[in-house]
């Protein structure tokens, strides 16, 4: 077998490994979206995915380990869906609008992938996951949240409230169950944003 022969098989399996794992995280979501975290088994995840449950065990210590992993993949790549335009140059208002409407963008965009993210958030997985580790994924957007505050642009009040007023009034407006009747528009989205900013600003 020729050098180039071995190249191609090592890239055919590893293409046919990614596609399992995207086929596993894909399930994931879905059967606990549907289900929740008790009901969603390995046997049950696999089947969705299309895959024998061991397939998982070649990936996953166990139930835990992917529920955990799947998190962090959906955090990572909202961070980056965020910070894909971030400029911390320019003034602080412009900079949290812009992640505003990117978050917006990324909750509606990505509906299934907000839901098991918030209800992870609120189960006893959250043990699991280191929360500095979640939130460096954030860091130029906390960073520019602390300068915030030291400027005295915005309330120097506990963190978690600030991220509560700039996260949580997207997650419920994003939300059709929630906010039936809202429509996501560019104006609707600057004026919540307004609101937001009125909040949280000194």
């Not at 390995?42 to 992917?66: F, R, W």
């Not at 998190?71 to 961070?79: A, F, H, P, V």
């Not at 949240?145 to 005295?152: E, S």
């Not at 309330?155 to 419920?172: G, H, Q, R, S, T």
């Amino acid at each position: 077998m020729t050098k180039n022969e071995c190249s191609f098989i090592l890239d055919a399996v590893r293409t046919k490994d990614e596609e399992k794992k995207a086929a596993l995280f894909e399930a994931t979501v879905k059967t606990v979206n549907e289900m929740g975290f008790a009901s969603a088994s390995v046997s049950k995840i696999t089947k969705e995915a299309g895959v024998s449950p061991a397939t998982l065990y070649i990936y996953h210590k166990n139930k835990e380990e992917l529920l955990v992993s799947t998190y962090i993949t959906i955090e990572k790549n909202m961070s980056r869906a965020l910070l894909e335009k971030f400029n911390a140059d320019m003034p602080l208002r412009d900079i949290l609008e812009n992640v505003w409407v990117a978050m917006s963008d990324y909750f509606i965009k990505y509906q299934p992938y907000t839901r098991f993210a918030e209800q992870f958030a609120n189960s006893p997985y959250k043990t699991l996951v280191n929360k500095e580790m979640v939130m460096h994924y954030y860091a130029p957007i906390i960073d520019v949240l602390q300068q915030g505050i030291d400027q005295k642009i915005i309330k120097n009040v506990d963190f978690d409230i600030i991220i509560a007023f700039i996260c949580y009034p997207l997650l419920a407006l994003s939300n059709p169950g929630l906010c039936s009747d809202f429509e996501p528009t560019a104006e609707n989205i600057k004026s919540a944003f307004a609101l937001a900013w009125d909040a949280i600003k000194l």
